[in-house]
């Protein structure tokens, strides 16, 4: 069963950065479409941006020019940089794929604080 670990994540002040990690425990990523996901206190579960296996990204309209997602196929491993950050951008960020999704992570805190 595939196992994915995310990291990086830590407390930030508003207009810091962070670079978040997903590692996989099989080679997933760059065959599935995959995602950075993203769960706000008290709120639903939200994608934040995504990346097809052609390498095409695409971004929640509040991250765009902010964030870019990544990936490293020979690593396993998804990226996530975060640029000035924000408040709202707090939250739990978890990865996965997306056509079929594996168990999920225990996901990485992220607080920007104001």
């Known amino acids: 069963q595939v196992q994915l670990v995310e990291s990086g994540g830590g407390l930030v002040q508003a207009g810091g950065s962070l670079r978040l990690s997903c590692a996989a425990s099989?080679?997933?990523?760059?065959?599935?479409?995959a995602a950075w996901y993203r769960q706000a206190p008290g709120k639903q579960r939200e994608l934040v941006a995504t990346?097809?296996?052609?390498?095409?990204?695409d971004y929640e309209d509040s991250v765009k020019g902010r964030f870019t997602i990544s990936r490293n196929n020979a690593k396993n491993t998804m990226y996530l940089q975060m640029n000035s950050l924000k408040a709202s951008d707090t939250g739990i960020y978890h990865c996965?794929?997306?056509?079929?999704?594996?168990?999920w992570g225990q996901g990485t805190q992220v607080t920007v604080s104001s």
């Open positions: 990346i097809t296996a052609e390498g095409i990204t």
């Open positions: 099989a080679r997933i990523f760059g065959v599935d479409s």
């Open positions: 996965n794929v997306r056509t079929f999704p594996r168990p």
